[in-house]
């Protein structure tokens, strides 16, 4: 028995030696250590030894396969790193190639559209600024010339943090980014031309238009002998800059307590003839309020109405998004949803 396991040894171990192939060691493998390979059939034998050969051949027996086993992983190992070698070595390998690539990802539509805009109007002279998104009653209303019995300081408009509609003193989420305006006209004094881009919030029920969350940019320009012209001037070279074309506008009067005399800049409604749900069934989306500083903001703010005049107006970014993308419901904006961000993959 034992001249039989160390003749086991010696042959698998000259067999492994002259092995240069996963496939021979395999086969290898299969001689000596597999269900029908040769120790299993010697171990079978040692069923009739006597009980004190037994342990003792049994041991030895195990120390073989052990051994043989032992070699063979490490042969292995030298294979599979002989062919990584060679690989890498090789003309084919370019180890500069980019690897597999993940997913990409894109802006989005409200971001383009907000990057684009501070971009279009810092080339303007505009300076770009920002504030708190929880606003004082004072810079949200009182300073803007919303008096106390306004509709738009009406809780269903307004989402108060602190007091309410008629309180004073209270603290609201801002409803528009003209409070960034009261603040940089307190803060710098006239001249001053400045937009305020930003989130700003109202209690709103969502529709295909509307939504509780929605992002605005509002331009102000204080300065002497500030006329209308130039605040259309400003309007259409804004709008023909984010369109990359002049768009068909038309100029209507609005109301804004916060402007004498108040405009509104419409834009005709790409996604019908006619009129649709998006534009309300009037062919036209109102895109830029806007008008001539009322003289009371002025004085509030610390500015010699006498002295100087200005312009404000206001766009809404996601209008801009829908109408720039054909984007035609407001919430898909902050849907989460994938197939919609997917489509502006950069
Ligand atoms: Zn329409």
Redesign the pocket.
């Known amino acids: 028995m034992r001249e039989r396991l160390e003749q086991l040894r010696a042959e698998g171990l000259e067999a492994l030696s002259r092995a240069d192939s996963e496939d021979e060691l395999r086969e290898i493998e299969v001689r000596f250590l597999g269900r029908n390979g040769a120790l299993t059939h010697l171990l079978k034998d040692l069923g009739g030894l006597s009980p004190e050969e037994r342990p003792e051949m049994g041991k030895l027996a195990n120390e073989v396969k052990a051994e043989i086993a032992a070699s063979l992983e490490s042969l292995r190992l030298n294979l599979k790193e002989q062919a990584y070698s060679l690989e890498i070595s090789g003309s084919g390998f370019d180890g500069s190639l980019p690897g597999p690539s993940g997913p990409r990802g894109g802006v989005h539509p409200l971001t383009q559209v907000l990057w684009d805009l501070e971009d279009l109007a810092s080339r303007m002279g505009f300076a770009v600024v920002d504030g708190p998104e929880v606003e004082t009653e004072e810079n949200n209303f009182d300073a803007l010339n919303i008096s106390v019995d306004h509709p738009a300081r009406e809780s269903h408009d307004t989402i108060w943090v602190k007091g309410d509609s008629q309180s004073g003193g209270g603290l609201c989420l801002r409803t528009h980014t003209s409070c960034v305006q009261v603040r940089a006209l307190k803060e710098h004094g006239a001249p001053l031309r400045v937009v305020a881009p930003g989130r700003v919030f109202r209690q709103e029920t969502q529709d295909a238009t509307h939504d509780h969350t929605f992002h605005q940019m509002e331009g102000l320009v204080v300065d002497r002998g500030v006329g209308v012209p130039h605040m259309l001037h400003a309007m259409e070279a804004l709008l023909a800059g984010l369109f990359g074309r002049p768009l068909e506008t038309r100029l209507r009067p609005g109301y804004f307590p916060f402007v004498e005399p108040g405009f509104e800049l419409d834009a005709r409604?790409?996604?019908?003839d006619?009129?649709?749900?998006?534009?309300s069934?009037?062919?036209w989306?109102e895109l830029m309020p806007g008008g001539l500083v009322h003289p009371k903001v002025l004085d509030a703010c610390g500015v010699d109405s006498n002295v100087f005049s200005g312009y404000a107006f206001g766009l809404g970014l996601s209008r801009v998004a829908m109408l720039r993308y054909g984007i035609d419901d407001i919430r898909w904006m902050f849907s989460g949803d994938l197939r919609f961000l997917e489509q502006f993959r950069l």
């Open positions: 409604c790409p996604f019908c006619e009129g649709c749900r998006i534009c069934r009037t062919g989306i």
